[in-house]
């Protein structure tokens, strides 16, 4: 029999399929570029942890020297000017060691979100994956209908008699007729 809207079901029913595939490579895709994303944010966080020891040693530096620098100023080797100066620059530097701590937990708040969004990614891929069974389950089920469209003889004969011919409507046994 020929049921042309069934065949077009099963085209476009094969056709989402082709569309769950192409979405579940996009969200593998994703999810791997989150992955690395975590990595990227775990090594910022390194990176962040050298900028406060380097801040800290800055800073220490400066208070050894303004410690010195005391000392010199009352024997008259130090000037005023100088004395400010170092006072300043151990400021400088431990405000900087303070910016670097700060930037580290800002960084590990980044590692947390990172980590989130890759679990994200893997539930993505999870439904993606569970929505391409669904198109071809779809898909399937529509040529389980297509095939009822083949009328087969439960045994094997010669045709004696055709009473229907093509293009002729059907209808069901039980409309009476």
């Known amino acids: 029999l020929r049921v042309p809207e069934l065949e077009q079901e099963l085209h476009a029913k094969a056709a989402r399929v082709g569309q ?8 593998r ?4 570029a989150a992955k690395a994303n975590v990595e990227t944010a ?3 966080v390194l990176e962040t942890f050298a900028a406060i020891a380097r801040g800290e040693a800055e800073f220490l530096r400066w208070q050894a020297e303004l410690e010195r620098g005391k000392k010199l100023t009352t024997g008259l080797v130090y000037d005023k000017q100088t004395l400010d100066e170092v006072t300043f620059q151990k400021q400088a530097a431990h405000a900087g060691w ?3 701590k700060a930037k580290h937990l800002a960084t590990k ?3 947390i979100e990172s980590e989130a969004r890759r679990d994200k990614a ?8 569970s929505s391409l069974l669904v198109a071809e389950a779809d898909r399937d089920q529509a040529q389980v209908w297509l095939d009822y469209r083949d009328i087969r003889a439960p045994y094997d004969g010669v045709v004696t008699q055709r009473n229907v011919h ?12």
Do not use: C, N, P, R
């Open 109 to 111: 708040a980044g590692v």
């Open 122 to 129: 893997a539930a993505d891929v999870e439904a993606a994956e």
């Open 20 to 27: 769950a595939k192409a979405q579940l490579k996009q969200t």
């Open 98 to 100: 303070e910016q670097a």
């Open 29 to 32: 895709a994703a999810h791997e």
């Open 166 to 177: 093509t293009g002729h409507f059907l209808q069901t046994s039980s409309s009476g007729s």
């Open 42 to 44: 775990k090594a910022i």
